[in-house]
Nanobody, 120 residues
Framework: QVQLVESGGGLVQAGGSLRLSCAASGNIFSINAMGWYRRAPGKQRELVAVITSGGSTNYADSVKGRFTISRDNAKNTVYLQMNSLKPEDTAAYYC??????????????WGQGTQVTVSS
């Protein structure tokens, strides 16, 4: 089994910054892509940003230039630096990781979610 533990959410004023972290632990041989998704009230879950094991990144158009995804492979941790936050960024943010187990099976795991609220 693999656990993803997120931290760093909270309440911030528009224009402010937050940094989310997500640490993976458990039966891990390696991790392929890691990413952040979000779900706002009444909306579908959407991809925010993703990073491959080699460091290639992709972002939703709505966060390009404001958010930065990074990872520390030695710590099995992915980060999301969020700057210039807007009220429309308010959502529950979920970490996702494509994990290769020590038995060389690949599964997609999700964190429990962390709430980000941006006040105007």
């Amino acid at each position: 089994q693999v656990q993803l533990v997120e931290s760093g959410g909270g309440l911030v004023q528009a224009g402010g910054s937050l940094r989310l972290s997500c640490a993976a632990s458990g039966n891990i041989f390696s991790i392929n892509a890691m990413g952040w998704y979000r779900r706002a009230p009444g909306k579908q879950r959407e991809l925010v940003a993703v990073i491959t094991s080699g460091g290639s990144t992709n972002y939703a158009d709505s966060v390009k230039g404001r958010f930065t995804i990074s990872r520390d492979n030695a710590k099995n941790t992915v980060y999301l630096q969020m700057n210039s936050l807007k009220p429309e960024d308010t959502a529950a943010y979920y970490c996702n990781a494509e994990v290769v187990s020590r038995g060389y099976s690949t599964y997609s795991y999700w964190g429990q979610g962390t709430q980000v609220t941006v006040s105007s």
